[in-house]
């Protein structure tokens, strides 16, 4: 096919009069059945240099994403282009993924995109058989190498896939973020006689700046100061999920338009916000990393980051979701000298210790194990458990297998020792990525030419697009009127603890403050762990203002109270103030009938459900049948423990469970 013929079809599909030069190449290539690695800048057009060729290819292609939403956002326009894709991802159903595997067997697919998990689901690999599968894309590559800002254990798999292709067969790689080591790294896994095209990564639209601050309380003054002066809307990326929901709320005490998202969301949420991201329904999104990757939204025009990233590639892949128009960007990057211990955190605890390698190790010696069971006896989480046994297959110590319908690890006799020094060298690679990054903090150079350097683009431009190559540098002001709001602020927000489920009639209910970002958390350690008796009185103010200001002047018919594990009376006697204040009557009645451990021993959701599990019941069920339950505990952590008392308590009747404690955990996920 000649270029002209090629560009007759791209208009009459997509639209699009012309290719790129460099998008051209790489199709050209594809087109041969080569196999090739395309590293170009965001906004490039990557996407159409694996969705062309699809089109004009007569069996299906596989694209292997890790991005939910630039799924739902790709097969949504090409099936309103009249080509016919479907994704096959975790959010959906497994009917609804059964149902689109059949189409794709039946050739009713041209596009298939579908997230590598899936690849260790027996249905799929047999089904991949089935196929006639014509080309096989994998999209942000670097997610293959362990050497990636991204890397997923998961991705691995899709070389065992690529392996069984006839020669031939096209496979395209594509990436916005590879420097050197993992360009060689994704080639050498690819195999075959695989060509890289790396194109300029300079964006030359952005205006990159970095506001150095000396605390949190400067970062969310200067926010509340000048984010509404922007132009446009945009994307804040904070550390954690916890930031997201601070900044989120505090921009609502502001009446800056802003919602919170995070990897936390259920589907359906996320999908609004995806869509509300695209009409510009809010001036700020404020995400974590879990946000933006894919999406194809030309008209962002600003990022800031209130977190410094792990390294110049992150920072360079998020940013990148700016001003894919072309028109100007606004990029800032907030930095406190104590903001390298989140991402030094991240990077120590990247992998887990030896000691969880060896605990694995011995479990599986013992018995067939799956991953829940492995959850159980080593009493790890879930992601720690999925790096683990990765590693061990890649050694070739422990091994798959298949008993029925279940998926199980077994020890390999005679397999090699645990190899840790790959391990080493890729945790101090991590850490002098994260040196790079606070480089770029403090570099007096163009900060574009830094990154693209970084990179591997090392064309020799100039740019004067920084604030230290011609824009104006951006400082903090802290007037007494803006710490006056912050503490105001402060004071009067109360998170929420969110408890609903179709199990129970639970309704979510609010915590007097977060456990360890104030005196709060101190106040309660002193009482539970240093002799310090009752909680103290300024608690008791707290929780009953939070009260207020989440349910007003709600009455309830009683109050109870979470039996105590380790610490005493002191539920029952702050439970019991509260009563006297709100005038609700207390009982006494919700007991403990077996032995439970602190829930803050074990690491994983599973193991802290098991601890409670049926450890409760009410001694006196008239007392509480068709009544509303004020249900009172000092800390919430994973919400196990009240999630169960709140199925018993329903149980024996109770209408409504409300939930309210001194104190939530900032811990949890971090995405």
Known sequence: MTRQEAELIL??????????????????????????????????????????????????????????????????????????ARCINSEQTPEENSQIISEAKTGQVKILYIAPERQENSEWVEATSQMNISMVVVDEAHCISVWGHDFRPAFRRIINLI??????????????????????????????????????????????????????????????????????????????????????????????????????????????????????????????????????KPDIRFIIHSQIPQSPIHYYQEIGRAGRDGNSANIILFYNPEDR?????????????????????????????????????????????????ADLIEQGIIREVMIGKSKKYEFIPGSPSLNTKVFDELRNSKLNDLESMIQYVGTEESRMKFLCDYLGDNSDRQF???????????????????????????????????????????????AASYYGVSNVGAALHRSKYEGGGDYADFLLKLVLKAFRKKFGQEKFDLIVYVPPTSSGDLVKNFATKISQVLKFPISHNLQKIRKTDQQKIFENSLLKSDNVNGAFTFTAPDEINGKSVLLIDDIFDSGATIKEIGKILTNFGASKIVPIVIARTVGGDLV
């Open 163 to 296: 392996k069984l292709l006839p020669k031939g067969l096209p496979v395209l790689a594509t990436t916005a973020t590879a420097t050197q080591k993992v360009e060689r790294d994704i080639a050498q896994q690819i195999g075959g006689s695989i060509s890289t095209i790396r194109g300029n990564l300079m964006r030359d639209n952005f205006k990159l700046f970095v506001v150095k601050v000396a605390s949190e309380e400067e970062k969310f003054i200067w926010l509340g100061q000048y984010l509404n002066k922007l132009p446009g809307s945009g994307i804040l990326y904070t550390g954690t999920r916890f930031d997201t929901e601070i900044y989120s709320k505090w921009f609502e005490y502001l009446n800056i338009s802003s919602t919170a998202y995070n990897a936390g969301l259920d589907t359906d949420s996320r999908i609004a916000i995806e869509n509300g991201l695209m009409t510009n329904q809010w001036k700020c999104i404020i995400s974590t990393n879990a946000l933006g990757m894919g999406i194809d």
């Open 464 to 510: 004067n697009n920084c604030d230290n190559t011609g824009e104006q540098k951006i400082g903090v002001s802290v007037t007494p009127e803006w710490s006056e709001k912050l503490q105001s602020f402060r004071e009067n927000y109360f998170p929420e603890l969110e408890v609903e489920s179709k199990n129970s009639n639970m309704s979510n209910g609010v």
């Open 11 to 84: 208009l009459r599909i997509f639209g699009i009069a012309k290719f790129h030069d460099e998008q051209w190449t790489a199709i050209e290539r594809v087109l041969k059945g080569e196999r090739v690695l395309l590293i170009e800048k965001t906004g490039f057009g990557k996407s159409l240099c694996f969705q062309f060729p699809a089109t004009v290819f007569k069996g299906i292609t596989i694209i292997f994403s890790p991005l939910i939403a630039l799924m739902r956002d790709q097969v949504k326009k090409l099936n309103a282009k009249g080509v016919s």
């Open 341 to 389: 211990k989140l991402p030094e955190a991240f990077i120590e605890g990247g992998r887990p210790s030896l000691k969880k390698y060896e605990k694995v190790i011995l479990a599986v010696k013992s018995d067939l194990l799956g991953e829940w069971d492995l959850m159980r006896v080593t009493n790890m989480k879930q992601n720690q458990i999925r790096v683990i046994k």
